[in-house]
């Protein structure tokens, strides 16, 4: 990632204030009774929703994000949890995740397709991925200038192929204060 990318995400994070009770992610929230507890990687952190959930559902988690802001703000929210997080400050675009460690590998809102194969290799047998990401419906207009960091409708069980798809769906969800067109996926990695 370039230092102008890493400036604008500490710029983001750091301008945004902790709210205590910040929610996890649908999905998440959805499967949680489904994952037993184990280790976890969160993948592009920001402001730690999910790693604090996981965290106080009794999971062991890595955090990691680019922005020492965000990990700031995860490590605060651990601390008023009377949690834990473990924090990693890393760019995405040079990371591996260790190979077979993980039980449950989350990403929401980040995407790096070379990073997917990573992915896939760090959970072990018989783990979950969780993955939420913004994506193109068909028939949409292709001009937007992030369409490099959105999934192609149809995408997503595409590149989790060979995991064993629990749920999947593409649709409009409530994002913030719009509606956004969101893919979500919950993958097992097989145990043969």
Partial sequence: MSHEEYSKWNRRWASRN????????????EWIETIPAGRVLDIACG?????????QNGFVVDAIDISIAALKLVQRGAMDRGTHVNLILADLDNYVV??????LITCSFY???ELIP???NGVKPGGFVIYEQHYVPYGAGL????I???LRAGELPDLFQDMEIKFFSEGNLQELDDEASIARLVARRPTS
Wanted: hydrophobic fraction near 30%.
């Fill in 47 to 55: 402001d730690g929703r999910n790693s604090l959930y996981l965290a």
């Fill in 111 to 113: 995407l790096n397709r």
């Fill in 18 to 29: 902790y709210v205590i009770d910040i929610e996890p992610r649908v999905t998440l929230s």
């Fill in 118 to 120: 990573s992915i896939k």
């Fill in 98 to 103: 260790p190979q077979a460690t993980y039980d």
């Fill in 148 to 150: 490099g960091f959105k």
């Fill in 143 to 146: 001009d937007d200038g992030n």
